[in-house]
T-cell receptor, first 113, second 112 residues
Framework: DAGITQSPRHKVTETGTPVTLRCHQT?????MYWYRQDPGHGLRLIHYSYGVKDTDKGEVSDGYSVSRSKTEDFLLTLESATSSQTSVYFCAIQPGGRNQPQHFGDGTRLSIL | DAKTTQPPSMDCAEGRAANLPCNHS???????VYWYRQIHSQGPQYIIHGLKNNETNEMASLIITEDRKSSTLILPHATLRDTAVYYCIVSAAGGATNKLIFGTGTLLAVQP
Protein backbone atom coordinates (compact mmCIF):
# COMPACT_ATOMS: atom_id res chain seq x y z
CA ASP A 1 0.00 0.00 0.00
CA ALA A 2 1.63 3.23 -1.18
CA GLY A 3 -0.61 5.42 1.00
CA ILE A 4 -2.36 7.12 -1.90
CA THR A 5 -6.05 7.86 -2.01
CA GLN A 6 -7.79 9.22 -5.07
CA SER A 7 -11.25 10.72 -4.90
CA PRO A 8 -13.76 10.36 -6.27
CA ARG A 9 -13.22 6.91 -7.73
CA HIS A 10 -15.91 7.41 -10.34
CA LYS A 11 -17.60 10.52 -11.64
CA VAL A 12 -20.03 11.30 -14.42
CA THR A 13 -20.59 14.92 -15.35
CA GLU A 14 -21.66 17.12 -18.23
CA THR A 15 -19.66 19.08 -20.74
CA GLY A 16 -18.80 22.57 -19.54
CA THR A 17 -18.89 21.82 -15.83
CA PRO A 18 -15.84 22.22 -13.58
CA VAL A 19 -14.37 19.06 -12.10
CA THR A 20 -11.75 18.63 -9.40
CA LEU A 21 -10.00 15.37 -8.67
CA ARG A 22 -8.09 14.88 -5.46
CA CYS A 23 -4.98 12.89 -4.72
CA HIS A 24 -4.11 12.47 -1.07
CA GLN A 25 -0.95 10.90 0.32
CA THR A 26 -0.15 9.98 3.90
CA UNK A 27 3.64 9.93 3.76
CA UNK A 28 4.62 13.55 2.94
CA UNK A 29 6.53 12.76 -0.24
CA UNK A 30 7.75 15.73 -2.21
CA UNK A 31 6.97 14.57 -5.73
CA MET A 32 3.46 13.91 -7.03
CA TYR A 33 2.14 13.33 -10.54
CA TRP A 34 -1.12 13.25 -12.48
CA TYR A 35 -1.53 10.97 -15.51
CA ARG A 36 -4.40 10.08 -17.77
CA GLN A 37 -4.97 6.79 -19.55
CA ASP A 38 -7.14 6.27 -22.60
CA PRO A 39 -8.10 2.96 -24.26
CA GLY A 40 -5.21 1.35 -26.08
CA HIS A 41 -2.69 3.78 -24.66
CA GLY A 42 -0.21 3.87 -21.88
CA LEU A 43 -0.32 6.60 -19.27
CA ARG A 44 0.39 10.19 -20.29
CA LEU A 45 1.67 12.82 -17.89
CA ILE A 46 -0.60 15.82 -17.31
CA HIS A 47 1.08 17.80 -14.52
CA TYR A 48 3.48 17.16 -11.72
CA SER A 49 4.58 18.77 -8.49
CA TYR A 50 7.93 18.94 -6.76
CA GLY A 51 6.74 20.65 -3.61
CA VAL A 52 4.08 22.87 -2.08
CA LYS A 53 3.05 25.45 -4.69
CA ASP A 54 5.67 24.08 -7.09
CA THR A 55 4.10 22.52 -10.16
CA ASP A 56 4.89 22.10 -13.84
CA LYS A 57 3.29 20.88 -17.03
CA GLY A 58 3.53 17.44 -18.55
CA GLU A 59 2.93 16.35 -22.13
CA VAL A 60 -0.88 16.71 -22.14
CA SER A 61 -1.55 19.69 -19.86
CA ASP A 62 -3.94 21.70 -22.05
CA GLY A 63 -7.33 22.07 -20.39
CA TYR A 64 -6.03 21.10 -16.94
CA SER A 65 -4.75 23.01 -13.95
CA VAL A 66 -3.31 21.77 -10.66
CA SER A 67 -2.76 23.05 -7.18
CA ARG A 68 -0.75 21.89 -4.23
CA SER A 69 -1.34 24.03 -1.17
CA LYS A 70 -0.12 21.37 1.26
CA THR A 71 2.21 18.44 0.92
CA GLU A 72 -0.39 15.73 1.22
CA ASP A 73 -2.86 16.93 -1.40
CA PHE A 74 -2.46 17.39 -5.16
CA LEU A 75 -5.59 18.59 -6.94
CA LEU A 76 -6.33 18.29 -10.66
CA THR A 77 -8.97 20.64 -12.06
CA LEU A 78 -10.79 20.64 -15.35
CA GLU A 79 -12.10 24.19 -15.52
CA SER A 80 -14.67 23.40 -18.21
CA ALA A 81 -14.82 19.70 -18.91
CA THR A 82 -14.98 18.42 -22.49
CA SER A 83 -15.83 14.97 -23.81
CA SER A 84 -12.19 14.51 -24.87
CA GLN A 85 -11.25 14.55 -21.19
CA THR A 86 -13.22 11.38 -20.54
CA SER A 87 -10.49 9.11 -19.23
CA VAL A 88 -9.07 7.27 -16.28
CA TYR A 89 -6.88 9.53 -14.16
CA PHE A 90 -4.04 8.20 -12.05
CA CYS A 91 -2.08 9.96 -9.37
CA ALA A 92 1.41 8.88 -8.41
CA ILE A 93 3.87 9.67 -5.66
CA GLN A 94 7.61 9.34 -5.77
CA PRO A 95 9.28 8.44 -2.51
CA GLY A 96 12.85 9.64 -2.40
CA GLY A 97 14.78 11.54 -5.01
CA ARG A 98 15.39 11.33 -8.71
CA ASN A 99 15.38 7.86 -10.27
CA GLN A 100 13.29 6.41 -7.49
CA PRO A 101 10.17 4.65 -8.79
CA GLN A 102 6.72 6.15 -8.67
CA HIS A 103 3.82 4.44 -6.98
CA PHE A 104 0.32 4.82 -8.32
CA GLY A 105 -3.14 5.20 -6.88
CA ASP A 106 -6.17 3.19 -7.95
CA GLY A 107 -7.43 5.80 -10.40
CA THR A 108 -10.50 7.93 -10.99
CA ARG A 109 -12.78 6.99 -13.85
CA LEU A 110 -14.21 10.21 -15.27
CA SER A 111 -16.97 10.31 -17.87
CA ILE A 112 -18.01 13.59 -19.48
CA LEU A 113 -21.25 13.47 -21.38
CA ASP B 1 7.20 9.44 -27.64
CA ALA B 2 8.14 6.37 -25.69
CA LYS B 3 11.80 5.47 -25.90
CA THR B 4 11.18 1.75 -25.72
CA THR B 5 9.92 -0.98 -28.03
CA GLN B 6 8.09 -4.04 -26.72
CA PRO B 7 6.19 -6.87 -28.41
CA PRO B 8 2.45 -6.24 -28.16
CA SER B 9 1.65 -9.62 -26.67
CA MET B 10 3.18 -12.80 -25.32
CA ASP B 11 1.96 -16.09 -23.89
CA CYS B 12 3.49 -18.08 -21.09
CA ALA B 13 2.56 -21.38 -19.47
CA GLU B 14 1.74 -21.30 -15.79
CA GLY B 15 4.73 -22.28 -13.68
CA ARG B 16 7.23 -21.47 -16.38
CA ALA B 17 9.49 -18.46 -16.54
CA ALA B 18 8.16 -15.48 -18.44
CA ASN B 19 10.83 -13.49 -20.28
CA LEU B 20 9.66 -10.11 -21.49
CA PRO B 21 12.02 -8.25 -23.84
CA CYS B 22 12.43 -4.52 -24.23
CA ASN B 23 14.49 -2.54 -26.70
CA HIS B 24 15.78 0.89 -25.67
CA SER B 25 18.55 1.54 -28.15
CA UNK B 26 18.63 5.32 -27.61
CA UNK B 27 19.01 5.20 -23.84
CA UNK B 28 21.34 7.77 -22.32
CA UNK B 29 24.04 6.99 -19.82
CA UNK B 30 22.14 8.35 -16.83
CA UNK B 31 18.71 6.98 -17.66
CA UNK B 32 17.22 4.11 -15.72
CA VAL B 33 15.01 1.31 -17.00
CA TYR B 34 11.78 0.77 -15.07
CA TRP B 35 9.25 -2.01 -15.32
CA TYR B 36 5.65 -1.67 -14.27
CA ARG B 37 2.62 -3.81 -14.81
CA GLN B 38 -1.07 -3.02 -14.96
CA ILE B 39 -3.77 -5.55 -14.20
CA HIS B 40 -7.14 -4.76 -15.75
CA SER B 41 -7.75 -1.07 -15.07
CA GLN B 42 -5.90 -0.89 -11.77
CA GLY B 43 -3.11 1.56 -11.19
CA PRO B 44 0.30 0.53 -12.55
CA GLN B 45 2.31 -1.54 -10.12
CA TYR B 46 6.04 -0.99 -9.82
CA ILE B 47 8.10 -4.14 -10.38
CA ILE B 48 11.79 -3.33 -10.64
CA HIS B 49 14.28 -0.83 -12.03
CA GLY B 50 17.96 -0.66 -12.84
CA LEU B 51 20.74 1.37 -14.42
CA LYS B 52 23.27 -1.09 -15.80
CA ASN B 53 23.63 -3.98 -13.38
CA ASN B 54 21.24 -6.88 -13.23
CA GLU B 55 18.70 -6.55 -10.46
CA THR B 56 16.54 -9.01 -8.57
CA ASN B 57 13.78 -8.57 -6.03
CA GLU B 58 10.96 -10.67 -4.69
CA MET B 59 8.87 -10.17 -7.81
CA ALA B 60 11.26 -10.43 -10.72
CA SER B 61 14.73 -10.15 -12.20
CA LEU B 62 15.94 -7.50 -14.59
CA ILE B 63 18.69 -8.32 -17.03
CA ILE B 64 20.25 -5.34 -18.84
CA THR B 65 22.65 -5.94 -21.71
CA GLU B 66 26.16 -4.63 -21.41
CA ASP B 67 25.56 -1.95 -24.04
CA ARG B 68 22.30 -1.06 -22.23
CA LYS B 69 20.34 -1.07 -25.47
CA SER B 70 17.95 -3.76 -24.36
CA SER B 71 16.70 -5.51 -21.25
CA THR B 72 14.63 -8.51 -20.21
CA LEU B 73 12.21 -8.79 -17.34
CA ILE B 74 12.03 -12.30 -15.94
CA LEU B 75 9.14 -13.60 -13.86
CA PRO B 76 10.65 -16.87 -12.62
CA HIS B 77 7.46 -18.86 -12.06
CA ALA B 78 4.51 -17.22 -13.77
CA THR B 79 1.06 -17.62 -12.27
CA LEU B 80 -2.35 -16.74 -13.63
CA ARG B 81 -2.24 -13.61 -11.48
CA ASP B 82 0.71 -12.37 -13.52
CA THR B 83 -1.52 -11.86 -16.55
CA ALA B 84 -1.22 -8.12 -17.15
CA VAL B 85 0.16 -5.43 -19.43
CA TYR B 86 3.86 -4.95 -18.72
CA TYR B 87 5.47 -1.60 -19.40
CA CYS B 88 9.17 -1.04 -19.94
CA ILE B 89 10.03 2.62 -19.41
CA VAL B 90 13.15 4.69 -19.73
CA SER B 91 13.02 7.81 -17.59
CA ALA B 92 13.08 11.24 -19.19
CA ALA B 93 16.36 12.94 -18.46
CA GLY B 94 16.67 16.26 -16.65
CA GLY B 95 15.52 17.78 -13.39
CA ALA B 96 14.83 16.25 -10.05
CA THR B 97 11.53 14.71 -11.00
CA ASN B 98 11.13 11.43 -12.79
CA LYS B 99 8.77 11.90 -15.72
CA LEU B 100 7.88 8.47 -16.97
CA ILE B 101 6.87 8.06 -20.61
CA PHE B 102 4.67 5.01 -21.03
CA GLY B 103 4.35 3.12 -24.28
CA THR B 104 1.67 0.57 -25.06
CA GLY B 105 3.43 -2.30 -23.27
CA THR B 106 3.28 -6.08 -23.65
CA LEU B 107 0.15 -7.99 -22.78
CA LEU B 108 1.35 -11.13 -21.04
CA ALA B 109 -1.21 -13.91 -20.97
CA VAL B 110 -0.35 -16.73 -18.58
CA GLN B 111 -2.06 -19.91 -19.69
CA PRO B 112 -3.10 -22.71 -17.31
Amino acid sequence: DAGITQSPRHKVTETGTPVTLRCHQTENHRYMYWYRQDPGHGLRLIHYSYGVKDTDKGEVSDGYSVSRSKTEDFLLTLESATSSQTSVYFCAIQPGGRNQPQHFGDGTRLSIL
Amino acid sequence: DAKTTQPPSMDCAEGRAANLPCNHSTISGNEYVYWYRQIHSQGPQYIIHGLKNNETNEMASLIITEDRKSSTLILPHATLRDTAVYYCIVSAAGGATNKLIFGTGTLLAVQP
